[in-house]
T-cell receptor, first 115, second 109 residues
Framework: DAGITQSPRYKITETGRQVTLMCHQT?????MFWYRQDLGHGLRLIYY???????DKGEVPDGYVVSRSKTENFPLTLESATRSQTSVYFC??????????????FGPGTRLTVL | GQNIDQPTEMTATEGAIVQINCTYQ??????LFWYQQHAGEAPTFLSY??LDGLEEKGRFSSFLSRSKGYSYLLLKELQMKDSASYLC??????????WGAGTKLIIKP
């Protein structure tokens, strides 16, 4: 019963490098989400996906790219990392068509540091 | 636009009762969520309210007043393991969740 997993759990990179954070869920949930969490802020939505090959921007999408070729995977790529992208990144999934009116289940998070 | 306010931090004593408030402003209303997040861990679902009133779930209860844009989470018989942040969230017009910054609850023996 893996649920939702993220990798890596910790990552240190340098400014300008490309970084990909992985997210995998075993529930066949339709909706998947990427959030970042910074001290003093609530969770902020970066991108979300309603199904395979369907993605849309959230509140803070700049500097990030997503794809969803398979229902179970939703990778997040930082094309050219900046220090302001140092954060904890959470992936989440939910089952229903109206994603936010159904419970979102979160992965364990990836702590990313950009030097 | 949407706005959610929660106290930043609260302190309570083991065995006591604590109420964590959340006020929100949304253009529509599609329910309100409460999540718990222990330090260094992922948020986990606690409750979902869409109708006015109190919903009880063991030691935890959640209250909603849609007319006042107000909710609270009530934690009874506090235990040390209840030390965590409590996050309030509401869906926006696109059904995506808008999150409060969270209330850090500190439990003292």
């Amino acid at each position: 019963d893996a649920g939702i997993t993220q990798s890596p759990r910790y990552k240190i990179t340098e400014t300008g490098r490309q970084v990909t954070l992985m997210c995998h869920q075993t529930w066949s949930h339709s909706y998947m989400f990427w959030y970042r969490q910074d001290l003093g802020h609530g969770l902020r939505l970066i991108y979300y996906s309603a199904a395979a090959d369907i993605t849309d921007k959230g509140e803070v999408p700049d500097g990030y790219v997503v794809s969803r070729s398979k229902t179970e995977n939703f990778p997040l790529t930082l094309e050219s990392a900046t220090r302001s992208q140092t954060s904890v990144y959470f992936c989440a999934s939910s089952a229903s068509a109206e994603g936010s009116t159904d419970t979102q289940y979160f992965g364990p998070g990836t702590r990313l540091t950009v030097l | 636009g949407q706005n959610i306010d929660q106290p930043t931090e609260m302190t309570a004593t083991e065995g006591a009762i604590v109420q964590i408030n959340c006020t929100y402003q949304t253009s529509g209303f599609n329910g309100l969520f409460w999540y718990q997040q222990h330090a260094g861990e992922a948020p986990t679902f606690l409750s979902y309210n869409v109708l006015d009133g109190l919903e009880e779930k063991g030691r935890f209860s959640s209250f909603l007043s849609r007319s006042k844009g107000y909710s609270y989470l009530l934690l009874k018989e506090l235990q040390m393991k209840d030390s965590a942040s409590y996050l309030c969230a509401v869906p926006d017009s696109n059904y995506q969740l808008i999150w409060g910054a969270g209330t850090k609850l500190i439990i003292k023996p």
